[in-house]
Each structure stands twice: as C-alpha cells, then as structure tokens.
C-alpha cells in the first residue's frame, strides 16, 4: 500500500504561480511513475504530468512550457511548479502514483485561479 498527500493549492492570479507537494508513504520502494492529474468542473480527470523513477517526464500539450514535474526520492516526494496560471487551469489536482502494489490517489488539493 501507498499513501500519498498533497498540500500547496489554493488561490491565485492569472499569470501567477503555485507550487504543488505530493508526499508518498508505505511501500514506497515499490512505485514507479509519480504523477499529477487534474479534474475541472463537469470535465473528466486528465493527465497533467508524470515522471518516472528514470526522471522520465510526460506533460499535456496545454500546460507544456508552463509546469515542471520533479521528483526528491529521499523525501518520496513529487512536486508540480506550475507558472504562468491561467482560469483554465482551475482543476482539483490529485496526486497520483503506479507502484508494484497498484494504483493509488492522494484526496487532491484545489487549484483556483481567478482575478
């Protein structure tokens, strides 16, 4: 079993910046891809990024150029540094991890941004 929390949403302007935490605990030895998802009002959840235990890195077209995934595996932690925000970017992100035992969710952390 994994366990994942995020912090580090909240609200902020267009143009600004926030940067998400995604802390794993448990089998940790056991994860292979740490990752971002986001789900915005009426739309399903979609990738945001992922990074593997290579430092691989995967983004959705719209926020490529803008966020960066990284990963402190003395922490087992993922984080997300998202510039350049924009309305659209209004999503619960949810943290999400593909390790040995499965699948796994962190609860979210909501993202606003909005003038």
């Known amino acids: 079993q994994v366990q994942l929390v995020e912090s580090g949403g909240g609200l902020v302007q267009p143009g600004g910046s926030l940067r998400l935490s995604c802390a794993a605990s448990?089998?940790?030895?056991?994860?292979?891809?740490m990752g971002w998802y986001r789900q915005a009002p009426g739309k399903e959840r979609e990738l945001v990024a992922r990074?593997?235990?290579?430092?691989?890195?995967n983004y959705a077209d719209s926020v490529k150029g803008r966020f960066t995934v990284s990963r402190d595996n003395a922490k087992s932690t993922v984080y997300l540094q998202m510039n350049s925000l924009k309305p659209e970017d209004t999503a619960v992100y949810y943290c999400?991890?593909?390790?040995?035992?499965?699948?796994?969710w962190g609860r979210g952390t909501l993202v606003t941004v909005s003038s």
């Open positions: 448990g089998s940790i030895s056991s994860i292979y891809v």
């Open positions: 999400n991890t593909l390790a040995a035992t499965g699948i796994y």
């Open positions: 990074i593997t235990n290579g430092d691989s890195t």
